[in-house]
């Protein structure tokens, strides 16, 4: 089956760096995705990788290892405001997205 | 305003009730898509529809119908509403030939009692 796992839950401090992994197994790859979706609102787009190597936005960046079926989104300079679940998708080879349950990153003073 | 507009927002019903919820959108875009989100799991796609004669089933269609009006208009109905399909449900709108980002309304919350 396909599967995409993340870690449940991530603490960190303000300032500080934090790394969220994604490991993948899916039929085909056809581009990874990463949103942040806060408490009751709606995902929105953070970051796409479709090739190997580092994708860097501001205080984001995505990376991607294709042969290793692995991701993770590097957030620098943590802010209170990051606190919020990050989900990674994939895009399969019917290009159907295949979604993690998210990681819940809880920011502390 | 928003370019992907869901109503309602929050709804409150009873088993065996029939629920629609709606989805517009003003981005312009071919595809529309149902998800629904449950606490610990993923983003699950409900049904899909790639342009306004296409209309598919996701991975959790049982229990659920949808109705492309117009390209921009998307809705899912509940037939007959059970606990079970209490959730969070988000519409989102994608444009063709495009890396597949999603872009998502605001989401309907829906407590089915």
């Known amino acids: 089956g396909q599967n995409i796992d993340q870690p449940t839950e991530m603490t960190a401090t303000e300032g500080a760096i934090v790394q969220i992994n994604c490991t993948y197994q899916t039929s085909g790859f056809n581009g990874l995705f990463w949103y942040q979706q806060h408490a009751g609102e709606a995902p929105t787009f953070l970051s796409y990788?479709?090739l190997d190597g580092l994708e860097e936005k501001g205080r984001f960046s995505s990376f991607l290892s294709r042969s290793k079926g692995y991701s993770y989104l590097l957030l620098k300079e943590l802010q209170m405001k990051d606190s919020a679940s990050y989900l990674c998708a994939v895009t399969d080879s019917n290009y159907q997205l295949i979604w993690g349950a998210g990681t819940k990153l809880i920011i502390k003073p | 305003d928003a370019d992907v507009t869901q109503t309602p927002r929050n709804r409150i019903t009873k088993t065996g009730k029939r629920i629609m919820l709606e989805c517009s959108q003003t981005?312009?875009?071919?595809?529309m898509y149902w998800y629904r989100q449950d606490p610990g799991l993923g983003l699950r796609l409900i049904y899909y529809?790639?342009?306004?004669?296409?209309?598919n089933k996701g991975e959790i269609s049982d229990g659920y119908s949808v109705s492309r009006q117009a390209q921009a208009k998307f809705s899912l109905s509940l037939e007959s509403a059970i606990p079970n399909q209490t959730a969070l449900y988000f519409c989102?709108?994608?444009?063709?030939?495009?890396?597949?980002?999603?872009?998502f309304g605001e989401g309907s919350r829906l407590t089915v009692l």
């Open positions: 990788n479709v």
């Open positions: 981005k312009g875009h071919d595809r």
């Open positions: 989102a709108t994608s444009g063709a030939g495009d890396t597949g980002e999603l872009f």
């Open positions: 529809s790639f342009d306004v004669k296409d209309i």
